[in-house]
Structure formats: structure tokens, C-alpha cells
């Protein structure tokens, strides 16, 4: 076979490689797509492949990153299929519940366990997930929406979005205490064996007495349990913790067990306020997708 002047008998190689490129570059990370799809945040989906409950094409899959084909790779969760397709052009929505104690926040039920999403109507029809999560014996505030892109904002720990808890604790909350948990302290982190230090903590003390205290605290951060183990650092374990706001959201007129949908402006003002208050430090950007 002969060639033109100048011309490469290696271009059909070329050529072959270019389309595999090009298919390359319509694949996206599987976190990303889930995400878009309201699955949960970028970070909570990391993690679910991690511990193998993310399957791609009947496959399980564990090491990332996974680049996907929405439009062609099956994937399921948790032993559901997801439908990308349709999951992209769903309507979003966006729903306020008041959680309370004994209720996880999780999707995945264990056992006899009751859920959040279990408390709303069976016939929802989108899957809706948690931005972000409560402990089971804590309550108040939760948020639940298939906005992955507002999910990512509102948990990622440089957006900084302020949560505010009223927390009811043994013993007197001297003025000593109020200043050290403002000022921040030191916490060991139980999974890694270092340790971190909690930002600056606005805090109003609701009333003081021998037998115990009502202080409400707002937080930029959300680390794993990280209110109680605040209070449990200066000798005052928590009896109740409440969330009792999300930036705008607060649980006014929600009674506990009860849910609302959001306004077209609350949902505007989560966005604005997720965008203005990012921040830029140098430190390392954990995941704050965890327990309060």
C-alpha cells in the first residue's frame, strides 16, 4: 500500500486513538453524576464506593475515580438502579423536616430502623436524600433535596454554611467554659488518631443552672459529633441537642415529625449564601458529611 507525500501510514492509528479520546472525554466521575442526580453529596457517594455498595454494568467498583456513560452504564446503589437520564431532568425539590430523637438520617436502613424520608408520604415520586446528617439521638433541622450541586455546597466544609443547635447540658456553663469553646478547641479525631481544632464558635447561653445549662452554639463546620464532643472537652455532657437552623432555615411553626417544602426564595437564599460565604484558606478541606 502506497501513501501520499508527507502522509503517515500510522494515521488510522491516530485516528483510532482520537475516537477513543473523544469517548473518553464524555464520561464523567461517577461521584459527579450521582450527585447530579441527587443521589447525595460528591463526598457521601466517594465513600459509597469505598465500601462497595456502588455497582457499574452489574460490577462492583471500589477504587476510584470511575468514569461513566450516563447515557449508556448501568449503575446501581445500594442494589437500586439509578436513572440517570431521567434523574438529570427531574424536577428538584427541596424539603424541611424537624427530625425526631430516634430517627436516622441515613437512606440505608439497618434492621427496624426508622428513617427520615420514612416520615414523608410513600408516594413521593423522586428519591430524595439528607444534605448532610444527625445523629439518631439528636434532632431538629433536617434537609432533603435531589440537588446534588446544592447537596455539595451546603456540606463542603469551605462553603462554611452556619448551622445553629440548642444544646440542654449537665451542670453549670461558667464563663470560663463559654470562652474556651468560642475561642475553639482541640479534638482528637477517633478514626485517623490525630486531631483538629474547631473553628470559633458563636455561642448565647439561654440559662444557667447547678443541675444544667441551655446554650445554643452556630458552627461553620460539621465534623463527627463534633457538638457533643465540644461540651464532653470542658466536663459537660449533652443531655439534648437540637438543630434548630440551616443558614435562612429555621423550624419555625414545624413540630417535630413534620415536614415542609421549601420556598423558591429559601432555596435562592441557600444558594447566595453557600457562594458568599466560601472560603480560601490553606487547610486541608475535609469532608464534613458526618455525624452532628
Known amino acids: 500500500m502506497t501513501h ?10 491516530k485516528n483510532a486513538y482520537r475516537v477513543a479520546e473523544i469517548y473518553s472525554a464524555m464520561k464523567e466521575r461517577i461521584q459527579k453524576v450521582l450527585a447530579a442526580a441527587g443521589v447525595a453529596s460528591r463526598r457521601a457517594i466517594e465513600e459509597m464506593v469505598r465500601e462497595g455498595r ?3 454494568n452489574g460490577q462492583i467498583v471500589r477504587d476510584l475515580p470511575i468514569l461513566i456513560d450516563p447515557f449508556v452504564d448501568h449503575i446501581e446503589v445500594d442494589g437500586e438502579s439509578m436513572r440517570l437520564r431521567g434523574k438529570r431532568e427531574a424536577k428538584r425539590v427541596y424539603i424541611l423536616v424537624n427530625k425526631p430523637p430516634g430517627v436516622y438520617s441515613t437512606n440505608v436502613a439497618q434492621g427496624e ?33 435531589n440537588d446534588g450541586e446544592l447537596t455539595n455546597k451546603l456540606t463542603h466544609p469551605r462553603y462554611g454554611v452556619p448551622k445553629t443547635y440548642r444544646a440542654v447540658v449537665d451542670g453549670f456553663l461558667d464563663a470560663a467554659a463559654v470562652e474556651t469553646l468560642q475561642k475553639g478547641i482541640w479534638l482528637a479525631n ?7 481544632k ?17 446554650a445554643e452554639l452556630t458552627i461553620r463546620e460539621g465534623r463527627n459529633r463534633q457538638v457533643r464532643r465540644m461540651f464532653a472537652q470542658i466536663g459537660h455532657k449533652v443531655r439534648e441537642l437540637t438543630r434548630v437552623s ?9 413540630g417535630p415529625g413534620k415536614f415542609r417544602m421549601l420556598t423558591p426564595k429559601e432555596v435562592k437564599q441557600l444558594y447566595q449564601l453557600a457562594a458568599g460565604e466560601k472560603k480560601s ?11 452532628i
Open 4 to 13: 501520499p507525500v508527507g502522509a503517515s501510514p500510522c494515521r488510522p492509528i
Open 281 to 291: 484558606s490553606g487547610r486541608p478541606e475535609q469532608k464534613s458529611d458526618t455525624l
Open 54 to 56: 456502588v455497582a457499574v
Open 190 to 196: 477517633p478514626k485517623t488518631g490525630e486531631g483538629f
Open 198 to 214: 474547631t473553628g470559633r464558635t458563636r455561642i448565647k447561653v439561654v440559662n444557667r443552672g447547678h443541675g444544667k445549662s441551655v
Open 246 to 254: 440551616m443558614g435562612p432555615l429555621t423550624l419555625k411553626g414545624l
Open 113 to 145: 430502623q426508622m428513617r427520615v424520608i420514612d416520615l414523608l408520604p410513600p408516594d413521593l415520586p423522586m428519591r430524595v436524600y439528607p444534605v448532610g446528617r444527625l445523629d439518631a439521638e439528636s434532632r431538629g433541622l433536617v434537609l432533603l433535596t
